[in-house]
């Protein structure tokens, strides 16, 4: 036994990928790990499809690309009626037989399981022969998660408490989110620069400011009514959650052009100056944004609400600041410039954080 694999119960799932591509940060991850030559199998387990998915929406099983995907559906009716609370177990069978096969296969010196999900309680299995590592990635701080309710809340805060119990090492997107699980064996793990595609949006910016990503009810459509007043332009690119948002948004006269994939993010980010991120502090959780590097990245400044890891003249906070149009004008002014890409340090790409990260979790 000289080989190695790694089980993978992502939060977003192929179907996800098909729509949407590496938009987030376990997508990320997972292709950043893709490329290294540690595993010999890297087999990611898709949530079960309902039934009802099954018929309306999933009807083709949807394959991560170059791994081994497990995408079965569950003949459980009345799970998802729970929505996202029916994550709790429904995991539990298909997991189970999946790591018995490897195990029974008897191939493998070392199975390690990477959990992205929020709530899901994995069985925790051992064995005498093979070593089994249990990874957990906090993709955020899902206590906190504006849009979870308060059972579902309770449900992440019972995940914690046993990852903490059963796991073997835990990464966090941020300080605080890792505080949440406690774990003796934590190591932070922001998000970065994603070195996928071309490394700079190119074109004549038709937009002064632009947002891309979700947008939920923590987007601070205030200040983005603010610079609708001041005379500048503004588009939202991705898709909105809330259509209350998107009616009051568009009342201010600011452009949402809906859903994009991530392999036109270069595209996307082409189409104005000065990335935006605006979110109430007070429904933000416990982060680090992904658009904050793929501003920087394709040369574009950002004016943000709340101060993250990244810190420099290109990042402007606006509730920091005594903001005011001249100090906008600048950010315009500065957009395009060859010394904003130039800005992010080596230690800034996901590729390089996961490096660093990684000989500790395989330790274990």
Sequence with gaps: M???????????????????????????????????????????????????????????????????TIDTTSIDFFGPLKK?????????????????????????????????TPMSI???????????????DLIDNFTKHNRYDIVEKKLVQEKYNYVNEHYNAVTGVSSKALEAVGHKNSYLLTNGVFDFGSNSASGSPEYDFGFVGFVTD?????????????????????????????????????VCSGVFSYIDIQKVISTFKVGLLPYLYEKSHDESPLKLYEYLKNNKPCLTSINYEISNSFVLNYNDTDIHIEKISELLSVSGSAEIAESISPSDYLQNKIDAVLPYILKY
């Design 84 to 116: 996202r609370a029916w994550t709790v177990n429904c995991y539990q069978d298909i997991f189970q037989t999946v790591l018995q096969d490897l195990l029974n296969a008897r191939e493998y010196e070392e199975i390690v399981i990477l959990d992205f």
């Design 2 to 68: 000289t080989k190695k694999a790694l089980i993978v119960i992502p939060y977003r799932d192929s179907y996800f990928i098909k729509s949407y591509g590496f938009a987030v940060r376990d997508t990320q991850i997972i292709y950043e790990l893709q490329k290294r030559n540690i595993f010999s199998d890297l087999i990611i387990i898709n949530r079960p499809v309902s039934i009802y998915e099954r018929f309306l929406t999933k009807k083709k099983k949807s394959l991560w690309p170059n791994a081994i």
């Design 218 to 254: 923590k987007f601070d459509t205030a200040f983005v009514k603010k610079l609708a007043d001041w005379g500048f332009s503004v588009i939202v690119h991705g898709k909105i959650m809330d259509k209350t948002i998107q009616r009051e948004l568009e009342a201010f006269g600011i």
């Design 122 to 136: 994995l069985p925790i299995v051992e064995s005498a022969i093979t070593k089994i590592v249990y990874w957990y």
